[in-house]
């Protein structure tokens, strides 16, 4: 399959995937044809639990020996390679949700890791600075550079990675994603097809039936992106894979909208009438085959792209039901009739800017209880500096009025136990000079 390969790390921002070859669309159509083939022949399950089990697994609680980096595994008679990237501060009896990111045809697994041009704002799809350490990421490498799964081989050595991963580190076992763009999401959306009982969610960035669909018929939650005039995997062969996983997990179809060309915007559609605990998302925006879209621009950047706070707020909204391992206290609980010292409910928020570019730059809030009690909820709002506008928001909800932002938080963000926190992330318009003092209330 000769697929356009130019990307964030193979081209630099600025870049828009146009080329449309005789070559790459009768490979595309070969490859569609060799899926079917291998459809037929992938098979077998991994042993994991079943997607809400709650579980905790053989890595739990052991000193651990995988590492972040590179590194190998034999799967199917051949040594794979992969690299790892294990949270920072990495807590052994802490349960952490696993992604997996798959590169695209004649991409590496380098390529997905590092961010290319785009650097670690873009890593692992930007899933690694998103998910702020509470997640262990895995990019395997496909044989020749792509995820042709034949005879199920790609399958198995996403089998043995989940084993390895699972038996050495401390994972959710409810809280198993993953995502990749191209191929890549071919390969997403296999795993969503064959081992629905392993993976919670996946996110598919301009895929195409091209790795196999052994199954597709227990429900998986599913997110989509794909640009309107892709001219590698026309659009249709999204809906395509999308669809399959409308009817399985019981969704109203509908046709959801679509930009229009010239808009150099997206639209985000979340499906009604799904199975509950199983959304479908279908993302549709105004450009070419890339994984990194800008809105407004023709341009494409790992930087600026919404894509990344789109996969991350998709997985985000899954809540886990792993309970995590506990230690008997060592000490005597407080005496009833001595409550802890402070304001029973209060929080505070502070705001970071975590990169930026010419026009924009992204920012992240971290949101703390300060009190002695548990929150249900919070609001953070602060003034708006001259020139600045939010274009999205992930991990909240956001509302403006003359000139103030409001973020509350998501259904799964709200609870925080006296001293933990959470973050959310924002896309702003404007110069990042000027940081803005946050106020927050607890609701």
Same mark, same amino acid.
């Given at each position: 399959?000769?697929?356009?390969?130019?990307?964030?790390?193979?081209?630099?921002?600025?870049?828009?995937?146009?080329?449309?070859?005789?070559?790459?669309?009768?490979?595309? &159509?070969?490859? %569609? +044809?060799?899926?079917? *083939?291998?459809?037929? $022949?992938?098979?077998? =399950?991994?042993?994991?639990? /079943?997607? !809400?089990?709650?579980?905790?697994?053989?890595?739990?609680?052991?000193?651990?020996?995988?590492?972040?980096?590179?590194?190998?595994?034999?799967?199917?008679?051949?040594?794979?390679?992969?690299?790892?990237?294990?949270?920072?501060?990495?807590?052994?009896?802490?349960?952490?949700?696993?992604?997996?990111?798959?590169?695209?045809?004649?991409?590496?697994?380098?390529?997905?890791?590092?961010?290319?041009?785009?650097?670690?704002?873009?890593?692992?799809?930007?899933?690694?600075?998103?998910?702020?350490?509470?997640?262990?990421?895995?990019?395997?490498?496909?044989?020749?550079?792509?995820?042709?799964?034949?005879?199920?081989?790609?399958?198995? &050595?996403?089998? %043995? +990675?989940?084993?390895? *991963?699972?038996?050495? $580190?401390?994972?959710? =076992?409810?809280?198993?994603? /993953?995502? !990749?763009?191209?191929?890549?999401?071919?390969?997403?959306?296999?795993?969503?097809?064959?081992?629905?009982?392993?993976?919670?969610?996946?996110?598919?960035?301009?895929?195409?039936?091209?790795?196999?669909?052994?199954?597709?018929?227990?429900?998986?939650?599913?997110?989509?992106?794909?640009?309107?005039?892709?001219?590698?995997?026309?659009?249709?062969?999204?809906?395509?894979?999308?669809?399959?996983?409308?009817?399985?997990?019981?969704?109203?179809?509908?046709?959801?909208?679509?930009?229009?060309?010239?808009?150099?915007?997206?639209?985000?559609?979340?499906?009604?009438?799904?199975?509950?605990?199983?959304?479908?998302?279908?993302?549709?925006?105004?450009?070419?085959?890339?994984?990194?879209?800008?809105?407004?621009?023709?341009?494409?950047?790992?930087?600026?792209?919404?894509? !990344?706070?789109?996969?991350?707020?998709?997985?985000?909204?899954?809540?886990?039901?792993?309970?995590?391992?506990?230690?008997?206290?060592?000490?005597?609980?407080?005496?009833?009739?001595?409550?802890?010292?402070?304001?029973?409910?209060?929080?505070?928020?502070?705001?970071?800017?975590?990169?930026?570019?010419?026009?924009?730059?992204?920012?992240?809030?971290?949101?703390?209880?300060?009190?002695?009690?548990?929150?249900?909820?919070?609001?953070?709002?602060?003034?708006?500096?001259?020139?600045?506008?939010?274009?999205?928001?992930?991990?909240?909800?956001?509302?403006?009025?003359?000139?103030?932002?409001?973020?509350?938080?998501?259904?799964?963000?709200?609870?925080?136990?006296?001293?933990?926190?959470?973050?959310?992330?924002?896309?702003?318009?404007?110069?990042?000079?000027?940081?803005?003092?946050?106020?927050?209330?607890?609701?």
């Amino acid at each position: 399959m000769l697929e356009d390969q130019r990307t964030c790390s193979a081209s630099p921002p600025g870049s828009i995937h146009r080329r449309v070859a005789a070559a790459a669309a009768a490979a595309v &159509l070969a490859l %569609a +044809l060799s899926a079917s *083939i291998v459809t037929g $022949l992938l098979g077998g =399950t991994a042993s994991a639990a /079943a997607p !809400g089990t709650a579980a905790a697994t053989a890595g739990c609680g052991k000193t651990p020996t995988l590492t972040s980096g590179t590194r190998t595994i034999s799967s199917g008679g051949q040594n794979r390679t992969y690299i790892l990237r294990v949270p920072n501060g990495y807590d052994r009896n802490r349960p952490y949700k696993l992604i997996f990111a798959f590169h695209w045809l004649n991409g590496t697994a380098q390529d997905v890791a590092s961010g290319g041009s785009a650097g670690a704002v873009w890593a692992y799809y930007g899933q690694q600075q998103l998910s702020d350490n509470s997640a262990i990421l895995v990019a395997p490498q496909g044989i020749d550079n792509g995820w042709a799964n034949t005879g199920g081989r790609d399958l198995a &050595l996403v089998d %043995a +990675l989940t084993s390895l *991963i699972e038996g050495d $580190l401390c994972v959710d =076992t409810s809280q198993v994603f /993953a995502t !990749g763009w191209s191929y890549g999401g071919a390969m997403s959306y296999a795993v969503a097809c064959a081992r629905p009982n392993v993976f919670r969610a996946v996110a598919v960035l301009s895929g195409a039936n091209l790795s196999g669909c052994n199954g597709g018929t227990q429900p998986v939650a599913y997110l989509g992106i794909h640009g309107t005039h892709d001219s590698v995997l026309d659009i249709s062969l999204g809906r395509s894979l999308r669809d399959t996983f409308v009817r399985t997990n019981g969704c109203t179809a509908q046709n959801p909208p679509e930009p229009a060309r010239g808009s150099l915007n997206h639209i985000v559609t979340a499906y009604s009438g799904c199975r509950s605990g199983y959304p479908v998302t279908w993302a549709a925006f105004d450009g070419d085959h890339t994984p990194e879209p800008v809105d407004g621009s023709t341009s494409t950047s790992g930087a600026r792209t919404w894509t !990344g706070g789109e996969i991350w707020r998709f997985f985000s909204q899954l809540p886990s039901t792993t309970t995590p391992p506990t230690s008997p206290p060592t000490t005597p609980p407080t005496s009833p009739s001595t409550p802890p010292a402070g304001e029973p409910r209060a929080c505070a928020a502070t705001f970071k800017v975590v990169n930026s570019w010419q026009g924009g730059f992204q920012a992240d809030a971290t949101v703390t209880n300060t009190g002695s009690a548990a929150t249900t909820g919070w609001r953070v709002s602060w003034t708006l500096p001259a020139g600045q506008t939010i274009s999205q928001v992930w991990n909240g909800s956001l509302s403006s009025s003359g000139g103030t932002a409001t973020v509350t938080n998501a259904s799964y963000n709200g609870a925080l136990a006296p001293g933990s926190g959470t973050t959310f992330g924002m896309l702003v318009n404007g110069s990042a000079s000027t940081t803005p003092t946050l106020t927050c209330a607890v609701l």
